[in-house]
């Protein structure tokens, strides 16, 4: 008997865990942090034999993207735990755990490759690439005593490996007995019309930064390599400089990616915020800003350059900004989920860009799957039952498909 339990995600974004039990054997997908968690440390681990001490029945922890909500609770687990990640997605964590509280080590790991099956005690697991605004995400096959979940993870259809969820729908796995899908979107107007792709995101910057007299300041998380590309590619065309920080430069490099922007490409330069320098220092780490020396734009020299640079912004860097003189800043553009404006912890942000006159536009696509991508992709599953998982709306489903299957968090079910 194959049995699931999704400890958390039946009825919420974000925070993901779900576990899967056969002969006794057990593996999880991900063990994510819930968005509205303010001290990860305090929160109690899910009632999962393995998370609070070594088990020998859970052979393994599938993390299927480098997003906190599907990441943010393994630093809690037992250092013995193996893990199943991307090696790009290790690195990315490895690489974030430098600058931020937010990274990742892990002793035991075993990377997922696309479309190369493994072995784990009774569980075969499947991954499969998909289009996300994490680097390296993946969407899960796992089977066990003749049945077979496919878990979606999270995924979109209008980033730049939009092609990876059109051969999913082309050849998707067969005899699925239930999908766990995502629906981060649904219930959202915007779903139902469809989101831009990042290429179109490309002409609207161009547009923003031609009509930006002085520096252009743009609020994109430094791992959404999607967006980085988008970005560079504009400034590109706008004949603007992308001026990028250690942190994002060693990220992108810890893609293992030759083909995504890094230093030594003309039109990129590095700004390195104090907070980063600090890190670095503390840390002893000198060669993650050495190398960069070339290519480095010191704050008395930013004035200079103002009005032909875009530079890759958060709101810690406020300070920075405001300890040089003379410089003048265009526009701030925002290019992160619209919801993170309203929350009261960038106030601050808000409150200096009117303190200083600066004008706030935004520029944005969603990193989930629209309506219409979920129902092809819920469709190449006709005998399935679909559960709804990451979402707020798992009433909005019936549209989707014609075998919903709604469960609770915390309750075990049969496959
Ligand atoms: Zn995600």
Do not use: C, Y
């Given at each position: 008997m194959v049995r699931v339990c999704i400890h958390r995600g039946t009825k919420e974004i974000g925070g993901t865990c779900?576990?899967?039990?056969?002969?006794?054997?057990?593996?999880?997908?991900?063990?994510?942090?819930?968005?509205?968690?303010?001290?990860?440390?305090?929160?109690?681990?899910?009632?999962?034999?393995?998370?609070?001490?070594?088990?020998p029945s859970l052979l393994g922890v599938v993390i299927s993207h480098p997003h906190q909500d599907h990441y943010g609770l393994a630093y809690r687990l037992p250092e013995e735990t193996t893990f199943l990640i991307g090696q790009a997605a290790q690195s990315i964590l490895e690489a974030a755990d430098v600058f931020t509280t937010a990274g990742l080590r892990l002793k035991h790991v075993i990377h997922l490759k696309d479309r190369c099956a493994l072995r784990l005690g009774p569980f075969r697991i499947t991954p499969y690439l998909v289009d996300h605004s994490a680097y390296d995400s993946y969407a899960v096959l796992v089977e066990a005593e003749g049945k077979r979940l496919f878990y979606s993870g999270d995924f979109r259809a209008h980033g730049r490996k939009a092609r990876l969820i059109e051969r999913l729908i082309a050849s998707p796995p067969r005899n699925?007995?239930?999908?766990?899908?995502?629906?981060?979107?649904?219930?959202?107007?915007?779903?139902?019309?469809?989101?831009?792709?990042?290429?179109?995101?490309?002409?609207?910057?161009?547009?923003?930064?031609?009509?930006?007299?002085?520096?252009?300041?743009?609020?994109?998380s430094g791992q959404n390599i999607d967006r980085l590309v988008t970005l560079y590619k504009a400034c590109r065309q706008a004949r603007r400089q992308l001026i990028l920080d250690p942190y994002t430069l060693h990220i992108m490099r810890a893609t293992g990616n030759e083909r995504i922007p890094h230093e030594g490409w003309s039109s990129v330069r590095v700004f390195a915020p104090l907070s980063q320098r600090i890190r670095i220092k503390r840390g002893g780490d000198f060669h993650l800003i050495n190398p960069l020396r070339p290519y480095r734009i010191f704050p008395e020299q930013l004035p200079g350059v103002a009005k032909r640079s875009v530079m890759l912004f958060r709101p810690s860097m406020i300070r920075d900004l405001d300890r040089i003189a003379g410089l003048k800043i265009g526009r701030l553009i925002c290019s992160v989920w619209r919801g993170y404006l309203g929350d009261k912890r960038n106030r601050r942000l808000l409150d200096w860009l009117k303190r200083h006159d600066i004008p706030l536009a935004y520029c944005h696509t969603s990193g989930h799957a629209n309506r219409d991508v979920l129902k092809r992709l819920c469709a190449c599953f006709p005998g399935a039952r679909v559960i709804p998982i990451h979402t707020e709306r798992p009433d909005a489903y019936a549209e989707l498909h014609g075998a919903i299957w709604q469960v609770n968090d915390g309750e075990f079910w049969r496959v």
């Open positions: 779900v576990e899967v039990e056969s002969q006794g054997k057990r593996i999880v997908l991900d063990v994510g942090l819930p968005l509205d968690v303010v001290d990860p440390a305090a929160m109690p681990l899910h009632a999962v034999p393995g998370f609070d001490k070594p088990d699925v007995d239930v999908v766990l899908m995502e629906g981060t979107t649904l219930g959202r107007p915007e779903s139902h019309d469809g989101f831009p792709t990042e290429n179109d995101l490309v002409p609207q910057f161009v547009q923003l930064f031609e009509q930006t007299d002085g520096l252009v300041l743009v609020w994109a």
